[in-house]
């Protein structure tokens, strides 16, 4: 069986999903910066949504009962640091790797809010559990004489993969999206979890606040924005910034397990001086690959549409629990008919979510709501694509595959997930397929069916493949993120 493979990317410039930051110290702008580094939890989050089961992903061990507690005392032994709690320590594992934290997955700790030895704030990953009450740390800085350490005044939480699916009020999707700013300096990788040094706990943060859409033929934008006010008394020098997303959970409202997407090393220190306040605008941009008005004369165009940023735009700025549980879902299953409602078989059609194709190879725009967006009653196709079934030009849409895990590249600092979905030709004419589209579920309650065009990439000539009578042609999207 022939495979027809196409890409969708993020962190690509006019690519798909591209990150831009304007940094400003009391109004005065000071410079644009473009940012280069999403990490792994971005497409982890994105895979998660479309993939509607369970898929790893980045909670506390506690689930839904989360626990954080506070350092009692730090401790340096045989080069490396060794953290002391009131906390039970020992419970973060219960249930992951026993006695040994490290024993299949890595288990990190998050610490907020020292300012007596500021370093130790950040996302260190655990050696080993000795005991009920301390763990050790590995590569934590220890250029530090521990007595100086205040007791009680960091706070510990734990952090490790965990497969869930993003119906846990627990641990929603993309849920309050937030800048935040530190002091560390480690370079960049794809399996970040956290800033190296983060110093938010230090600083006053001013309420956030996210833009609405802005949209035209060849891109969509929304900002995430927040202000820091520095009153430690002292100048800070920032050094690294990011996105990340704060969960507000049912039984215990919290504030500390982050979910990071991106993060920056700046080139040069950023002097923040006692008293001001920096403020950080993100721009979240999504634009179309090779945007341009021929299709046939300049070359394939495509990627997100506007539901899609709709969608992530939405969860920015949610800040409950409802309305959420099946937004994007790609699941589908063309001949099972299955679908998000238990009534499927009566109401609805599987095949609409998911991978589908079409006839019309006009350009994309960023407003396209359907595939075939020119047709008409004089045109050979149909808006929508192609439809579900076994006459001359119809398809059978076989159920959609989708990788059970995001797959995270350390080497080439990438990560992706495929998407997949195999069509049979029943018919007795070819179909010559000029179009691909994805449909996810953008329903506004957790059990509503609307199925909505989230992308789509219309094909050159030399891109175009057909499916003869009688043939099956499996079609495969890879959605990829580049650090």
């Known amino acids: 069986?022939?495979?027809?493979?196409?890409?969708?990317?993020?962190?690509?410039?006019?690519?798909?999903?591209?990150?831009?930051?304007?940094?400003?110290?009391?109004?005065?702008?000071?410079?644009?910066?473009?940012?280069?580094?999403?990490?792994?939890?971005?497409?982890?989050?994105?895979?998660?949504?479309?993939?509607?089961?369970?898929?790893?992903?980045?909670?506390?061990?506690?689930?839904?009962?989360?626990?954080?507690?506070?350092?009692?005392?730090?401790?340096?032994?045989?080069?490396?640091?060794?953290?002391?709690?009131?906390?039970?320590?020992?419970?973060?594992?219960?249930?992951?790797?026993?006695?040994?934290?490290?024993?299949?997955?890595?288990v990190w700790v998050h610490i907020w809010g020292c300012s007596s030895v500021p370093q130790i704030n950040g996302t260190w990953e655990v050696e080993s559990t000795y005991g009920d009450y301390y763990i050790r740390l590995k590569d934590a800085p220890t250029n530090f004489d521990p007595a100086i350490y205040v007791a009680d005044q960091a706070q510990v939480i734990a952090k490790h993969y965990h497969p869930?699916?993003?119906?846990?009020?627990?641990?929603?999707?993309?849920?309050?999206?937030?800048?935040?700013?530190?002091?560390?300096?480690?370079?960049?990788?794809?399996?970040?979890?956290?800033?190296?040094?983060?110093?938010?706990?230090?600083?006053?943060?001013?309420?956030?606040?996210?833009?609405?859409?802005?949209?035209?033929?060849?891109?969509?934008?929304?900002?995430?924005?927040?202000p820091f006010t520095n009153g430690s008394g002292g100048d800070l020098a920032i050094t690294e910034?990011?996105?990340?997303?704060?969960?507000?959970?049912?039984?215990?409202?919290?504030?500390?397990?982050?979910?990071?997407?991106?993060?920056?090393?700046?080139?040069?220190?950023?002097?923040?001086?006692?008293?001001?306040?920096?403020?950080?605008?993100?721009?979240?941009?999504?634009?179309?690959?090779?945007?341009?008005?021929?299709?046939?004369l300049n070359g394939s165009n495509g990627g997100f549409t506007a539901e899609f940023v709709g969608a992530l735009r939405r969860q920015a700025v949610e800040n409950t629990n409802t309305n959420w549980r099946d937004l994007m879902c790609i699941g589908g299953g063309g001949t099972s008919m299955t679908s998000l409602e238990r009534r499927a078989s009566e109401v609805n059609k599987g095949w609409h979510l998911g991978l589908r194709l079409g006839q019309s190879n006009k350009f994309v725009?960023?407003?396209?709501?359907?595939?075939?967006?020119?047709?008409?009653?004089?045109?050979?196709?149909?808006?929508?694509?192609?439809?579900?079934?076994?006459?001359?030009?119809?398809?059978?849409?076989?159920?959609?595959?989708?990788?059970?895990?995001?797959?995270?590249?350390?080497?080439?600092?990438?990560?992706?997930?495929n998407l997949a979905r195999v069509f049979e030709n029943r018919g007795t004419t070819d179909i010559t397929i000029k179009e691909v589209g994805i449909y996810a579920n953008r329903g506004d309650d957790y059990d509503e069916w609307i199925p909505k065009l989230v992308a789509r990439r219309a094909l050159a000539p030399a891109d175009q493949f057909t499916i003869m009578a009688g043939q099956m042609r499996k079609v495969n999207y890879k959605i990829k993120m580049v650090v």
């Open 1 to 106: 069986m022939n495979t027809i493979s196409q890409t969708l990317s993020i962190g690509t410039p006019k690519s798909g999903l591209d990150l831009f930051c304007n940094v400003s110290i009391d109004g005065q702008h000071l410079f644009r910066m473009h940012c280069e580094s999403f990490v792994g939890n971005l497409l982890r989050d994105v895979h998660g949504m479309m993939h509607g089961g369970k898929t790893d992903r980045l909670i506390s061990p506690g689930d839904d009962y989360v626990q954080d507690g506070k350092i009692t005392s730090l401790h340096i032994v045989d080069g490396a640091l060794e953290i002391y709690s009131q906390y039970y320590l020992e419970y973060i594992f219960s249930g992951m790797h026993g006695v040994n934290p490290n024993g299949e997955k890595p």
């Open 164 to 226: 869930i699916t993003t119906t846990e009020s627990y641990c929603p999707p993309f849920r309050v999206i937030l800048p935040t700013i530190g002091q560390g300096s480690r370079p960049v990788s794809i399996s970040d979890v956290g800033l190296h040094n983060p110093i938010d706990a230090l600083l006053a943060r001013g309420a956030r606040s996210v833009s609405g859409v802005i949209t035209d033929q060849q891109k969509s934008v929304f900002t995430v924005s927040a």
């Open 241 to 296: 910034m990011g996105l990340m997303t704060h969960i507000n959970v049912n039984r215990h409202e919290i504030n500390t397990i982050a979910t990071l997407y991106a993060r920056d090393v700046l080139p040069a220190a950023l002097n923040l001086p006692n008293g001001k306040t920096l403020t950080l605008d993100y721009e979240c941009r999504f634009e179309l690959e090779n945007f341009n008005q021929d299709t046939d």
């Open 365 to 417: 725009s960023m407003t396209d709501a359907d595939l075939s967006p020119d047709a008409t009653q004089e045109t050979p196709y149909n808006l929508g694509g192609i439809t579900h079934g076994s006459g001359d030009g119809q398809l059978i849409h076989h159920g959609m595959l989708i990788d059970d895990q995001v797959t995270i590249d350390e080497v080439n600092n990438e990560a992706h997930f």
